[in-house]
Nanobody, 124 residues
Framework: QVQLVESGGGLVQAGGSLRLSCAASGLTFSSYAMGWFRQAPGKEREFVSRISRSGSRTYHADSVKGRFTISKDNAKNTVYLQMNSLKPEDTAVYYC?????????????????WGQGTQVTVSS
């Protein structure tokens, strides 16, 4: 049974930082690219970041480029999202997802497994 468990969310002031973690089990982690998505109230789920199977390639949405960094530790079966210079518009539930495909995609429908999400709230 595949499980993705996010942690690290919380309440932070604008300009602050948070580090999200997503621990995976029940799958061969090194065989999956991993992504982070977010969903704010009343909005659609949107792509944030993606990292390749090996961790050698990363992709970020324009809205977070230069502020967020995704990383992957295949030995620990964990993917991270370091979020710096947070803004109120970053407030959302953040989800990690696993993709068995090799092609870069921002389409959440292409991802195979999902975590339950962790709330990030940025106050102004």
């Amino acid at each position: 049974q595949v499980q993705l468990v996010e942690s690290g969310g919380g309440l932070v002031q604008a300009g602050g930082s948070l580090r999200l973690s997503c621990a995976a089990s029940g799958l061969t982690f090194s065989s999956y690219a991993m992504g982070w998505f977010r969903q704010a109230p009343g909005k659609e789920r949107e792509f944030v970041s993606r990292i390749s199977r090996s961790g050698s390639r990363t992709y970020h949405a324009d809205s977070v480029k230069g502020r967020f960094t995704i990383s992957k530790d295949n030995a620990k079966n964990t993917v991270y999202l370091q979020m710096n210079s947070l803004k109120p518009e970053d407030t959302a539930v953040y989800y990690c997802a696993a993709d068995s495909g090799t092609s870069y995609t921002r389409d959440y429908g292409k991802y195979d497994y999902w975590g339950q999400g962790t709330q990030v709230t940025v106050s102004s």
